[in-house]
């Protein structure tokens, strides 16, 4: 079975744009975790949020996760940016296949979020300014990020670039699996 190649990392480091063009580098399909589950539940992840709360978010969200990790075809997966903080995630993400984790310089992520027309819930918690609260949060979450063991810095190329770098880490740690132990 080949490994799966996951995207991790935190909101606006291009997850779900750069999944997309290395899953048609290599030909296989592309699944966003939050794409599915708005498909599932008919509603946008902030209106989820909204209603019903991050605790139910996330049981949609492991919930889906555990799915996608267990399909039994080759396939690119970009999980939400909180889903590795999230034990059971990492665990059967990491069963999965390759993680590969997405980063950018904090400034940039905020750039990026205040262009795009999705809104964060999380950014939005605690009314703070959009700078410091990506600051505050990436803190947070540096360890969890930290255990995947490819990062790329998405801050200064461009998603085509990234996209490249992604499948160059990708099929190198992929050769690596397979070749037979000693
Ligand atoms: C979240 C990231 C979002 C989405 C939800 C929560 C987070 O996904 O899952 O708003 O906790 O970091 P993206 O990373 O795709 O924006």
Redesign the pocket.
Known sequence: MEPKLVLTG???TG??RVGQLAAARLGWPFIDS?AEITARTGKP??DI?ADHGETY?RQL?RAVIAELAMRMQPLVI?A????LTDEANFRALENAGILVCLSARPKIIAERVAKSS?P???LLEGGKPLDERITELLSERAASYGRVSITIDTSDITLEQAAERVITAFSARRERRCEPSA
Not at 80 to 83: E, F, I, M, R, S
């Open positions: 935190f909101m606006g997850k779900s939050d992840i902030h949020f978010f969200e970009a939400g940016g909180g889903a999705d964060r819930p999380k």
